[in-house]
């Protein structure tokens, strides 16, 4: 039986699946066809139910409860790693509203953190996250929101920081933020999937043991080839939550969950 499996080209993403998708694992008579994506046009596969697996934006996930099964394993959520608000002139906090906001896509965590953290902006642009600098730099908006590797990399490019959005959440509710997961659909078998969240353990385990061995299939993919900025990013976005969500990882979704209700973002 062949599976569609969708994760990001980033290189979180990478590390993990690396061993799972190469073969170094085997699937009990199952194989994958592979699709990698950016995370916004894998939540778009994934509301035209393509993929029966994937990685999704937890705000994109919230919406399709009802299609996808959460995994336990295979999740982006931390201390330290939320989307940032950044600009190239100074703009005041308080007038944000005022101006052009680029955004990583419409169904990305980082536009519904933004929406809850600033629910009256509406000039927003959506482009896909690798192109934020740009369209900055172009003039076609004023600020933006960045996630992934761009949070290493901005200052350097010529960005200043107008407010980090997960130090934010952070701040409210005390726990890590969530950014992205893996999800099946619900109609697979059941054994199937138990036996995909062991296996993504199993991966993401075998990719922190053996860090070398997947290092070209991570470059084959990375926007960012600095090997520094490379360990960096992984250490960031894969860790505890990543093997295991574990209660505290849960309590995270749901308090993203309630204040996206509480806030008409989501019914």
Not at 56 to 78: D, I, P, R, V
Not at 114 to 129: C, G, R, S, T
Not at 140 to 150: R, Y
Request: net charge neutral.
């Amino acid at each position: 039986m062949k599976l569609t499996l969708g994760y990001s080209p980033c290189p979180n993403d990478t590390f993990m699946f690396h061993a799972l998708t190469k073969g170094l694992l085997s699937f009990s008579g199952h194989e994958f066809s592979v699709k990698i994506h950016d995370v916004e046009t894998l939540n778009a596969m994934a509301f035209k139910s393509c993929l029966d697996i994937t990685k999704l934006s937890f705000y994109a996930y919230l919406k399709l409860k009802g299609q996808y099964k959460l995994l336990e394993s295979g999740a982006a959520l931390g201390f330290g790693c939320g989307p940032m608000l950044i600009s190239r002139e100074d703009i005041p906090l308080n007038r944000v509203s005022e101006y052009r906001i680029a955004l990583p896509g419409e169904w990305t965590t980082a536009h519904l953190l933004f929406q809850i953290w600033k629910p009256e902006a509406k000039n927003k642009l959506f482009v896909p996250y690798d192109q934020i600098f740009d369209v900055i730099k172009q003039g076609k908006a004023d600020c933006g929101v960045i996630i992934h590797e761009s949070r290493f990399t901005y200052k350097e490019a010529g960005f200043r920081a107008m407010i980090d959005l997960g130090e934010w959440w952070e701040k409210k509710t005390g726990l890590p933020i969530p950014l992205g997961c893996i999800a099946v659909k619900k109609n697979l078998d059941k054994d199937i999937t138990k036996e995909l969240t062991n296996l993504i353990k199993a991966s993401i385990a075998h990719a922190q043991n053996n860090p070398d061995e997947s290092l070209p299939y991570i470059r084959n993919y990375a926007q960012e080839m600095d090997p520094e900025i490379l360990k960096t990013h992984i250490k960031t976005f894969v860790n505890e939550f990543s093997i295991d969500l574990g209660g505290i990882g849960r309590d995270a979704i749901d308090m993203l969950e309630e204040l996206a209700l509480k806030a008409g973002i989501i019914i």
